[in-house]
Nanobody, 114 residues
Framework: VRLVESGGGLVQAGGSLRLSCAAS????????MGWHRQAPGEERELVAR???????TYGESVKERFSISRDRGKNTVHLQMNSLKPEDTAVYYC?????????WGHGRQVTVSP
């Protein structure tokens, strides 16, 4: 599965950014898609994931601020990030699951200045 990520960048605290990820290269149905993030010196953590049926799960630190959506027909997932905080600064990685396999994107930098 090929994942092409877009969006992210630099924003001031309180601002918004959007990430998108398009999956291609498989004829098998894509299951869960979502985002993890990793800050320097920290472990990778779940940000949000969304099932094929649209059910979503969020990491505790982003609930009420981030929203994940999915264009099912296009296997594209979007992450709307609002009320961003400096502690949201990290590289954000898209992932997609096909059967028991998980594919990862290269990551997008999100930087939130105070």
């Amino acid at each position: 599965v090929r994942l092409v990520e877009s969006g992210g960048g630099l924003v001031q605290a309180g601002g918004s950014l959007r990430l998108s990820c398009a999956a291609s290269g498989t004829s098998f149905p894509i299951g869960d898609m979502g985002w993890h993030r990793q800050a320097p010196g920290e472990e990778r953590e779940l940000v949000a994931r969304i099932r094929r049926d649209g059910g979503a799960t969020y990491g505790e630190s982003v609930k009420e601020r981030f929203s994940i959506s999915r264009d099912r027909g296009k296997n594209t997932v979007h992450l709307q990030m609002n009320s961003l905080k400096p502690e949201d600064t990290a590289v954000y990685y898209c992932y997609a699951q096909v059967a028991q396999y998980t594919s990862w994107g290269h990551g997008r930098q999100v930087t939130v200045s105070p």
